[in-house]
């Protein structure tokens, strides 16, 4: 019944803008971290972004850190991922994920970087950037 499904992808030229969705459904209670990941053809799965849901603090790995901004709606139902000054080394397939607890997306902020082990992920959407 859970389920996390992405939307906004699409090809965009380098130094353009793009903005990712992810609707959240079937969740018994709304207080859990989430965050982004994204996979390039030949390379292995990198945590992108995530949020907090005990204060809306956020991380962001090194490679998208100025660039990329995570967010999520009052109601929690909806994560952005707003991407701009998009690069060719950005071209994946990004999706949301959450193992739907709270604390994890704290820990990767101290230790700097982001667990991949997740219960429930999207199917997730195609992002290529290219001129």
């Known amino acids: 019944q859970v389920q996390l499904v992405e939307s906004g992808g699409g090809v965009v030229q380098p130094g353009g803008s793009l903005r990712l969705s992810c609707a959240a459904s079937?969740?018994?209670?709304?207080?859990?971290?989430i965050g982004w990941f994204r996979q390039a053809p030949g390379k292995e799965r990198e945590g992108v972004s995530c949020?907090?849901?005990?204060?809306?603090?956020?991380y962001s790995s090194n490679s998208v850190k100025g660039r990329f901004i995570i967010s999520r709606t009052a109601d929690k139902k909806t994560i952005y991922l707003q991407m701009n000054n998009l690069e060719p080394e950005d071209t994946a397939v990004y999706s949301c994920a959450t193992d739907g607890v709270i604390g994890w997306c704290s820990t990767a902020q101290r230790a700097g970087t982001m667990k991949n082990t997740m219960d429930y992920w999207g199917k997730g959407t195609l992002v290529t950037v290219s001129s």
């Open positions: 079937g969740f018994t209670l709304d207080y859990y971290d």
């Open positions: 949020i907090s849901a005990t204060d809306d603090s956020t």
